[in-house]
């Protein structure tokens, strides 16, 4: 069983940053492409950024591209999430996810992704 457990999370002032960590368990994160999605209150889920296995290929919202990196360490089975000049509309509650497929780049469906984590709380205040 592949377990996600995600850290990292906590208050942060606008314009800020934090680095968001998932751990991967039960099985070699270079099985799986990672991603991060988050949701905030009242909303739905929402794509923030993957990577394939090898890290080779990358994708990102919109909303983030610009601000955030994801990048990810096979040897310590672990995927992270750089979030730079975070604003109010960043607050969510962050999820790692995994999934045995490919990927090339662009956003991602919550519905293809296997595995999930219990998510992190991001709030950007002043």
């Known amino acids: 069983q592949v377990q996600l457990v995600e850290s990292g999370g906590g208050l942060v002032q606008p314009g800020g940053s934090l680095r968001l960590s998932c751990s991967v368990s039960?099985?070699?994160?270079?099985?799986?492409?990672m991603a991060w999605f988050r949701q905030a209150p009242g909303k739905e889920r929402e794509f923030v950024a993957a990577?394939?296995?090898?890290?080779?290929?990358?994708g990102y919202a919109h909303s983030v591209e610009d601000r955030f990196s994801i990048s990810r360490d096979n040897a310590q089975n672990t995927a992270y999430l750089q979030m730079n000049n975070l604003n109010l509309e960043d607050t969510a509650t962050y999820y790692c996810?995994?999934?045995?497929?490919?990927?090339?780049?662009?956003?991602?469906?919550?519905?293809?992704?296997?595995?999930w984590g219990k998510g992190t709380q991001v709030t950007v205040s002043s």
């Open positions: 039960g099985r070699a994160a270079r099985a799986y492409v």
């Open positions: 990577i394939n296995r090898l890290g080779g290929h990358r």
């Open positions: 996810a995994a999934a045995s497929t490919s990927y090339t780049g662009g956003t991602l469906n919550s519905r293809a992704m296997e595995y």
